[in-house]
């Protein structure tokens, strides 16, 4: 792997993110804070999906988790992969789209931090930079595939963990995941800066009606939606 850079992830340990692959950003620590309130226990079934470098994998598999991490490059697949074994981690990694490589299994915890960022044009193939944040011009392309999915995929009692930007709307998130029958709620806010993505398309946001006159900031959310026992 070469371009490689090297992000700390919120344990005080650090991954490698080579080139074409999500590094470990303001969300990937927003969702792991809300991962360690679950109080994940010892052989607890967790799935990362959409792991890019595996931060969240690895801090699943920190607490005696047993990890599955899924993302649909083969990079962040094995970028992931490297960064389990050079942390002595036990990760099983698997190529494929969101809940394809693992159907018919059931987890405890799903977390997830998909593309979710709006974006003109057409979707990007998945050796283009951009597979790893562009979702479409209402960037719901891969949330709402999650959404009717889910509940599938968690055990009476499991936990979905998922974070988005509100640019691309919380009601809607909610709703979704409600119709499938989860128990969603938002547990976590936070403002953070526009990256260079978003402000290189502040006009077009603005035509959309996304953002207003003069704002760089987003939010982004941490929906935690659960399945009833």
């Known amino acids: 792997m070469i371009d490689t850079r090297t992000r700390n992830d919120s344990?005080?340990?650090s991954v490698l993110a080579p080139w074409r692959v999500y590094a470990p950003q303001h969300d990937t620590e927003l969702l792991t804070r809300a991962l360690d309130r679950e109080h994940v226990s010892a052989e607890a079934a967790v799935l990362d999906m959409g792991s890019g470098a595996g931060a969240l994998a690895l801090a699943a598999a920190r607490r005696g988790a047993r990890v599955t991490a899924v993302d649909r490059t083969y990079r962040a697949v094995l970028a992931t992969r490297f960064n389990a074994r050079l942390a002595r981690l036990p990760v099983e990694v698997l190529h494929g789209d969101l809940f394809g490589p693992v159907a018919g299994r059931r987890f405890d915890l799903v977390v997830s931090n998909p593309p979710y960022v709006?974006?003109?044009g057409s979707?990007?193939?998945?050796?283009?930079?951009?597979?790893a944040w562009d979702a479409g011009a209402d960037g719901r392309l891969l949330l709402d595939r999650i959404c009717r999915r889910a509940h599938a995929s968690l055990v009476p009692g499991g936990v979905l963990l998922l974070v988005h930007s509100a640019l691309c709307g919380i009601a809607p998130t909610l709703a979704a995941l409600e119709r499938s029958g989860l128990q969603a709620r938002v547990t976590d806010r936070r403002l953070v800066p526009f990256g260079p993505v978003l402000r290189s398309r502040g006009a077009w946001l603005r035509e959309r009606g996304l953002v207003g006159a003069g704002e760089e900031k987003e939010e982004l959310v941490i929906i935690r939606a659960e399945r009833p026992r």
């Open 11 to 13: 344990e005080g340990g």
């Open 118 to 120: 709006p974006a003109p």
């Open 123 to 131: 979707v990007p193939r998945c050796h283009h930079t951009a597979v």
